[in-house]
């Protein structure tokens, strides 16, 4: 089974997007998130595949929408959450990319989360819920200081990190 990793930038705020964009401009993070995720599925939704307006290459794109006729010339579009992971199954790992309800779809089958922490808080209008600490553990930390200072922390579930 893949290894079901949540990959997400989030202001102090809990912000993760506004009007179907990302409300900050970080290459330096997004160069991480290519090099993390280049060979590996993402799974995402249809707002956030169509924030990004085209699949991203080196990666099989598995697109989450409840209409049932959307097509997507290059992607691969489900109906569920069991459909996008079991299209995946025999990955190494899988990232989860978005938006808020995959996230949350998501979150009780995730093995780990990479989390890139803004140190400042952004307008906007779609959130990220806090991460569950009962759940999770931090296990590495890295600041960052390119365009501004922010931090990516990796979390892995407890059950997990302690070898279980």
């Known amino acids: 089974m893949a ?22 401009h ?38 989450m929408t409840r209409n049932t006729d959307l097509e997507l010339p290059g ?15 025999n990955e190494e790992k899988v990232f989860i990319i978005g938006g808020e309800d995959i996230f949350k779809l998501a979150m009780s089958m995730t093995d780990t ?3 890139t922490a803004l140190e400042r808080d952004v307008e906007g ?4 819920d806090p991460i569950d600490t009962n759940m999770f553990e ?3 930390r890295k600041a960052c200081d390119e365009e501004e200072p922010y931090q990516i922390i990796r979390y892995e579930r407890k059950s997990r990190a302690m070898g279980g």
């Open 3 to 24: 290894e079901v990793i949540i990959i997400v930038a989030v202001a102090k705020n809990n912000v993760i997007g506004r009007d179907g964009t990302l409300p900050w």
């Open 26 to 63: 970080l290459p330096s993070d997004l160069r991480h998130f290519k090099k993390t995720t280049m060979g590996y599925p993402l799974i995402m939704g249809r707002k956030t595949y169509e924030s990004i307006g085209r699949p991203l290459p080196g990666r099989d794109n598995v697109v």
């Open 75 to 89: 992607c691969i579009v489900v109906h569920t959450m069991e459909e996008a992971i079991d299209h995946c199954r």
């Open 113 to 115: 989360i990479i989390y």
């Open 125 to 128: 209008d779609v959130y990220l």
């Open 138 to 140: 931090i296990v590495d």
